[in-house]
């Protein structure tokens, strides 16, 4: 194939531990470490992987954010894209809005296959890459833990509550990662020098005509109601008397 | 006065209890009326089991051979389709409803709202981000229908009705794509009981060191008529199938009792396990993170520990 299409969302690092701004306006976001959404590090890892394998010509990421968002990109240039779109807003964008510029882009690029995160974990939605996939009336393959490429087609094996469920798609496709996909590489020192003179584009979300109006309004954060420290016990006879008293033996 | 569709959940045989767990969810939204529908290929019992749950006012069949398996490419279509009649489209945010939603809402132009916790008003939601741990208050301006799945873990199963409602088979005229074939399921945990709905859930973490040694939790559980489940570390690791794995990225769970042993208890973990009743937990390290939010916790070494409490709790 031609093209791979990966989305990449800058997100708060998973290491960091969040914090409820007081005044309930949203999550402290300054001075905090951001990274690649660890998801669509493996989404980009995956796309790596089929090209090295010779089964696509080249991989580009795109990144739907503010200026800053160019740090992850080049991130990902790094890791080996060949080149990258920033289309920039100044406002974050919602999946169906995020959705309906990735399907522009797709206009655009043309690719075979799309692959973004299942989720991103700050906004936990999981909802982008199938909103992408109605959108663009290509079949998704959601969840995958492992992609196979033939004859154009894809097998996918997704991550489901039951088990693993397989299912065969035409490409185009659209397919967002699970976990257990890949281990995404290290990115080495000179690939960090190479990927600086790699082509980053920057394109203002104006130019590509789509509503990016939020789906749905935002207020309030709140910090989840705590669990108090419980009981520690000594040995076996105290636990076992422990959970009798709240009643949960029979 | 509106009106709310829930997309059941199934696997042929069997109605999925997530789908009472959303009834429970739209019976806050005081709505005038509650349909479920049902798509699959003869799945009658199916749809009797939702006939018979409190609230429903009406049961929609659709059965074809295309929905035999639930591919989310099949059904979306027939759901925007569906949503033209309705304020409100429901599912459970499992797998099967993250999957198949947000296509259906993207057809029909809709946003959504993923993992509703709490009903705050007509159109106001609660829900988690940052893996729980933070919580926001969502709108959906009027006009919009609202797509949404509903946190199972944050509601109880909608009691047995005292009617059944009534069944009625529809016919969707949709044109469905051949893009997309649904292949196989392999099933991991068999015959256990299942992780999302059981009552006392044993889990185990890196600590368990070995497929082999997983067979002391198993055998454990099996005393206690819990379902097992793990930790990523443990899935990553081999020692048990991806469906047991508890948490941000695998399953949220509210058992009453919940038993970890030998997991460090990271956010990524713990968001799994925020709604159970009694967190229990067993683990050689006393700085280990668990212990902040177990209400009993036990610093031992699992392997000493598990013999003990077999003994302890007889047979
Ligand atoms: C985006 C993202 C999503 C994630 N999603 C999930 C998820 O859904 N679920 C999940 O679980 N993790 C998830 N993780 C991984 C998570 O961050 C942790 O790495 C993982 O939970 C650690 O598993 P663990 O506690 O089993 O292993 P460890 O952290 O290695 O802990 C092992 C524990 O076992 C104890 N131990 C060892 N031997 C014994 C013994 N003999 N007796 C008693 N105790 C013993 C040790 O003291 C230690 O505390 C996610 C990570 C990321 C980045
Ligand atoms: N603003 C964005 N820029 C680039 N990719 C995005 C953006 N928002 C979402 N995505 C992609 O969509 C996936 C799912 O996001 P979400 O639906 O928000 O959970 C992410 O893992 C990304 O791959």
């Known amino acids: 194939m031609q093209k791979i299409l990966v989305c990449l969302k800058r997100v708060v690092d998973y290491n960091v531990r969040i914090r409820v701004k007081p005044d309930g306006s949203g999550v402290v976001t300054d001075g905090v470490k951001m990274s690649i959404n660890p998801f669509d590090e493996i989404a980009l890892e995956e796309a790596l992987r089929i090209r090295e394998r010779g089964d696509a010509e080249e991989v580009i990421v795109l990144s739907i954010g503010n200026s800053d968002w160019q740090q992850q990109l080049r991130t990902g240039l790094a890791m080996g894209a060949d080149r990258a779109i920033l289309v920039e807003t100044p ?39 199938q909103m992408l996939a109605a959108l663009w009336d290509r079949p998704q393959a959601t969840f995958a833990s492992k992609v196979e490429l033939q004859d154009g087609k894809a097998r996918v094996t997704r991550e489901v509550d039951a088990g693993l469920e397989l299912i065969e798609v035409e490409l185009p496709a659209v397919i967002t990662t699970d976990l257990r996909l890949n281990e995404p590489r290290y ?64 | 006065m509106s009106k709310i569709l829930i997309i059941a959940e199934h696997d ?18 005081s709505a005038a009326s509650t349909d479920i529908v049902v798509f699959g290929n003869a799945c009658a019992d199916v749809a009797e089991a939702a006939a018979g749950i409190e609230g429903i006012s009406r049961v929609l069949l659709a059965e074809r051979a295309e929905n035999a398996a639930p591919l989310a490419a099949i059904l979306a279509p027939q759901i ?15 797998t099967f409803g993250k999957d198949v939603l947000p296509r259906a809402a993207a057809l029909a132009g809709c946003g959504q709202i993923s993992d509703i916790m709490a009903v705050l008003g007509a159109r106001q939601f609660k829900r988690p981000i940052y893996a729980g741990n933070a919580i926001v208050t969502v709108e959906v301006p009027e006009g919009c229908k609202v797509f949404g799945t509903v946190r199972v873990a944050s509601y109880k199963a909608a009691p047995g009705a005292a009617t059944q409602a009534p069944i009625e088979a529809i016919e969707l005229d949709v044109e469905l794509p051949a893009h997309t074939r649904f292949i196989e399921l392999q099933s991991g945990s068999g015959d256990r009981p299942d992780l999302q709905t ?50 941000q990225t695998g399953k949220i769970i509210a058992p009453e009792l919940y038993i970890a042993f030998g997991i460090s208890g990271a956010i990524q973990h713990l968001t799994g396990i925020k709604d159970a009743g009694t967190i229990v937990a067993v683990n050689k390290d006393p700085e280990a993170p668990i212990f902040e939010v177990a209400d009993i916790g036990l610093v031992g070494d699992l392997f000493e520990v598990i013999p003990e409490l077999d003994k302890a709790l007889g047979g």
């Open chain 1, 91 to 129: 406002e974050p964008v919602q999946p169906l809005a995020a959705a309906r510029v990735i399907r522009a882009i797709v206009e655009r690029e043309q690719p075979e296959l799309v692959i973004l995160g299942k989720q991103a974990i700050d906004d936990d939605c999981n909802q982008t890459g």
């Open chain 1, 187 to 250: 990115v080495k020192l000179p690939d960090i020098m190479k990927a600086k003179k790699k082509p980053l584009e920057r394109l203002p979300v104006a130019e590509l005509g789509v509503d990016v109006e939020p789906a749905c309004r935002e207020s309030n954060f709140e910090a989840p109601a705590a669990r108090s420290r419980g009981i520690m016990v000594s040995d076996v006879n105290e636990l076992v008397a422990a959970l009798r008293d709240r009643g949960l033996l029979d």
């Open chain 2, 12 to 29: 042929g045989r069997e109605l999925n209890l997530s789908t009472a767990k959303v009834a429970s969810c739209a019976l806050e939204l």
């Open chain 2, 80 to 94: 925007a389709r569906l949503a033209d009649d309705y304020d409100y489209v429901l599912a459970p945010s499992t």
């Open chain 2, 198 to 247: 059981a009552r006392r859930v044993v889990s185990g973490g890196r600590g368990v060191g070995s497929a082999e040694n997983f067979r002391i939790i198993f055998s454990l559980a099996d005393k206690l008529g819990a379902a097992v489940g793990a930790s990523r570390a443990a899935v990553d690791a081999g020692f048990v199938p991806n469906d047991m794995q508890v948490g």
